[in-house]
């Protein structure tokens, strides 16, 4: 079993950076995907980004390729998700996800956490 806590969150102007964190308990965190997602109001949630178990490989949406970076410590169960070039689209609850195999589909992904707000103004 995996537990998250997310993070980093906050308001941003257009432009600026963020650094979302993502806590994991559990030994066998390093076994686990873990990825990004997002849900802004009356929206589905969408797909950010997912790295696998060992960091070797990455996965962005399109529109987060180039201005979101998806990284992970495994001796730390830590997971970030950096930000640049936020735009006010960007805006939205951001989601820690944890599964054995992950992907780009949100009903793939079995632990959440509990989110972080991200707020960007133009």
């Known amino acids: 079993q995996v537990q998250m806590v997310e993070s980093g969150g906050g308001s941003v102007q257009a432009g600026g950076s963020l650094r979302l964190s993502c806590a994991a308990s559990?030994?066998?965190?390093?076994?686990?995907?873990m990825g990004w997602f997002r849900q802004a109001p009356g929206k589905e949630r969408e797909f950010v980004a997912y790295i696998s178990w060992s960091g070797g490989s990455a996965n962005y949406a399109n529109s987060m390729k180039g201005r979101f970076t998806i990284s992970r410590d495994n001796a730390k169960n830590l997971v970030y998700l950096q930000m640049n070039s936020l735009k006010p689209e960007d805006t939205a609850v951001y989601y820690c996800?944890?599964?054995?195999?992950?992907?780009?589909?949100?009903?793939?992904?079995?632990?959440w956490g509990q989110g972080t707000q991200v707020t960007v103004s133009s």
């Open positions: 559990g030994r066998t965190f390093i076994t686990y995907d």
């Open positions: 996800a944890a599964d054995l195999s992950g992907g780009e589909l949100a009903s793939r992904w079995y632990y």
